[in-house]
């Protein structure tokens, strides 16, 4: 599963109106008709963190494993051209961040 803050694009200590905005502007970009998957995977992380409490019991109680694809967007952000540092990536491995 892919890390919801990723998918919406927002920072984890990101707020409602934060995380609810990051959705209605990924709704623009993967509408269900043109991104079918692309729009049920945006709907999967908001559900995920919609709410305050919604985020406290993912941050919680989710389980799932981080994927390398997470790994790699958490370590190196597209935009970004800098190397990440080694605290960084070892931190990500640990699942510490």
Do not use: C, H, N
């Not at 599963?1 to 502007?25: N, S």
């Not at 049920?40 to 709410?51: C, D, F, H, W």
């Not at 694809?69 to 190196?76: N, R, S, T, V």
């Amino acid at each position: 599963m892919t890390d919801p803050f990723l998918i919406l694009g927002v920072p984890f200590d990101a707020d409602d109106a934060a995380i609810e905005a990051a959705y209605l502007a990924g709704l623009r970009r993967a509408s269900p008709e043109r991104d079918p998957a692309g729009f049920e995977a945006l709907r999967a992380a908001y559900e995920k963190i919609r709410t305050r409490r919604d985020r406290l019991a993912y941050a919680l109680f989710d389980q799932t494993p981080p994927s390398a694809a997470d790994i790699l967007a958490k370590a190196a952000p597209v935009g970004e051209p800098r190397r990440p540092k080694r605290a960084t990536l070892t931190a990500l491995l640990r699942g510490e961040v």
